[in-house]
């Protein structure tokens, strides 16, 4: 093997890894990479425009294809706006590597220009691992083990700081084959024991969620839970981890939920956690599944053993992936005539809290809009939601059957909705991409415009503009009521802004100046942004902004 560069070796690396597409900020801290970019015309370099909106684009093309996110940021200033996407793909259990350049290695330890120390600064828990490359020879051996970390178990980001004199140290390493992840399975002991408790139940639950569900892991999921008539939920933005037009699904845990969902849960005799941590959100701030000792029976099964028994004492916990869990469940038979009543009460209550309905008339009415959304949605449509109060609509009303996705931060990081449309638009060309934002998170990355533009990505973005940080208002009415500070809003003319990118743009003052604007940008195949000027009043799907006072 002949001598090359260590950016050629890395990016020899990622090729043999599959990498098709990388998210950047470019920088002069790993200019041998980008060089050897160059010659890699099988890779796709997206060039964004804010290392935030680089490595929010990488963790929803992770999120949406399985692949690990590949983002490119330079040292200081660039990794620490690189570090809100990691810190989402961490609680999102994403897989992800961030690629750092860093100072060269005879100025490190001096506060170089730009010098931090990223195996510090990532390390876990915000990370599963951070590391430096210190020699050009060490670079198939290290990626190797970071595609490794990224995959196996429960995933998530890994942080690789690349030294910029090692990047143009020559060696005649041999790139290794890539990593195979690693899946565990659950012994069938395991299933006995599943079986023996499920059966014992009169009001039986599923949570599922995680970041790991393929569609063939939830066809079989879903074989199973029809069979048996088990009544399934799924975690805060997990919405598409089960069809919900299924017999079997009641709903979705978060932070719009119905009280009645949540009072199942408290109800239920033993309840099945499949994929997911069980997180503060998911659990109303662990109170409708007390920890550390449930009310409820409960078996976890999650593909990471350091997280058993971590929040949660068990009944029975199960290391394993959701794939293989889904693939023992295969053949699985229960006798389900004690929760039959119980599933079916729960799938009604579902049904109805789903159905649109308009309290009260607003100038435009989110109610309306969301209806006419539905209607128009093609079935692989692939949703993105920022964070934020307009986002009940979409998770709440959508019905989300694959291949339609959703891609959302159960982080709750604002800013995530733009750049999540652009990858999802980049990664699936063919398919609608719709984006769900508050002016306020549109504001934090918006600029990401300029990237689909570049990119020939058409996602639609809907900025719900209210003037407000409506969610940080919603809790201040609540429990600081007619004391209001520091969520008051000044905002351009978002139609305006987009059309200065090259976008198409229209704005909605009224209800039924929607459907026309949004089947204009679902035929024109252009990225299009709406923004639609709601009443700050219609500030959730059940309240009122002026009902919230204390």
Same mark, same amino acid.
Do not use: C, E, K
């Given at each position: 093997m002949k001598k090359r560069s260590g950016g050629n070796i890395l990016i020899e690396s990622l090729r043999a890894h599959s990498v098709k597409k990388i998210f950047c900020v470019p920088g002069e801290s790993y200019l041998d990479a980008l060089d050897a970019l160059v010659d890699a015309n099988d890779i796709r370099v997206i060039t964004c425009r804010q290392e935030g909106g680089a490595s929010f684009m990488a963790e929803a093309y992770a999120k949406l294809t399985g692949l690990p996110g590949i983002c490119f940021v330079t040292r200081g200033p660039g990794a620490c706006n690189a570090a809100i996407g990691v810190h989402t793909a961490m609680q %999102?259990?994403? *897989?992800?590597? &961030? &690629?750092?350049? @860093?100072?060269? =290695? %005879? @100025?490190m330890g001096r506060e170089a220009f730009q010098e931090i120390d990223y195996r510090n600064m990532f390390a876990p828990p915000i990370t599963k691992w951070a590391v430096q490359i210190e020699n050009a020879a060490d670079i198939p051996r290290i990626m190797n083990e970071a595609f490794e970390a990224a995959t196996t178990g429960r995933p998530g980001p890994v942080v690789v700081a690349l030294p910029e004199d090692m990047l143009c140290e020559d060696s005649d390493v041999t790139v290794a084959a890539p990593h195979q992840t690693a899946h565990f399975a659950p012994k069938p002991h395991d299933i006995d024991r599943l079986k023996d408790i499920v059966q014992s139940a009169q009001k039986p639950l599923f949570i599922i969620g995680g970041g790991s569900w393929t569609d063939d892991a939830i066809e079989k999921f879903e074989d199973f839970c029809f069979a048996n008539k088990l009544p399934v939920i799924t975690g805060f933005r997990r919405q598409d981890a089960f069809h919900n037009s299924h017999d079997s699904y009641i709903g979705v845990l978060g932070t719009t939920v119905d009280a009645k969902l949540l009072e199942a849960v408290k109800a239920a005799d033993v309840i099945v956690a499949v994929g997911t941590r069980l997180g503060e959100i998911l659990t109303q701030g662990y109170t409708?599944?007390?920890? *550390?000792? *449930?009310? @409820? =029976? &409960?078996?976890h099964i999650y593909p990471d053993a350091s997280e058993l028994n971590k929040v949660y004492k068990t009944e029975l916990a199960i290391h394993s992936s959701v794939t293989e869990f889904a693939k023992a469940l295969q053949g699985v038979t229960l006798d389900s005539a004690n929760w039959l009543d119980w599933t079916h009460g729960l799938r009604d209550r579902y049904l109805d809290w789903t159905m649109v309905r308009s309290r009260d008339k607003f100038t435009v009415d989110l109610d309306g809009v969301i209806e006419d959304i539905i209607n128009e949605l093609p079935e692989d449509a692939i949703i993105t939601t920022d964070a934020g109060n307009f986002s009940g609509w979409p998770q709440r009303f959508i019905p989300y059957n694959r291949p339609m996705r959703l891609l959302a931060p159960t982080s709750g990081a604002m800013g995530y909705g733009a750049p999540a449309a652009v990858a999802a638009s980049i990664a699936c060309p063919g398919r609608v991409v719709v984006g769900f934002m508050g002016d306020g998170g549109f504001m934090m990355t918006g600029q990401e415009i300029a990237t689909a533009m570049h990119e020939g990505a058409h996602p639609i973005w809907l900025v719900f503009n209210n003037g407000m940080y409506g969610t940080i208002r919603m809790h201040q009415e609540k429990h600081y009521p007619d004391r209001v500070s520091a969520t008051e809003l000044t905002n351009p003319d978002f139609v305006a802004l987009a059309k200065s990118y090259g976008a198409n743009a229209a704005l909605v003052e009224k209800t039924e100046d929607f459907l026309p604007a949004f089947r204009h940008a679902i035929a024109s195949k252009k990225p299009t942004l709406i923004e639609v000027r709601m009443d700050r009043q219609q500030i959730t799907t059940t309240k009122k902004l002026s009902e919230l006072k204390a």
């Open positions: %999102d259990s994403t *897989p992800m590597i &961030l &690629l750092v350049g @860093q100072v060269a =290695r %005879d @100025q409708i599944i007390t920890a *550390p000792v *449930p009310a @409820q =029976r &409960l078996v």
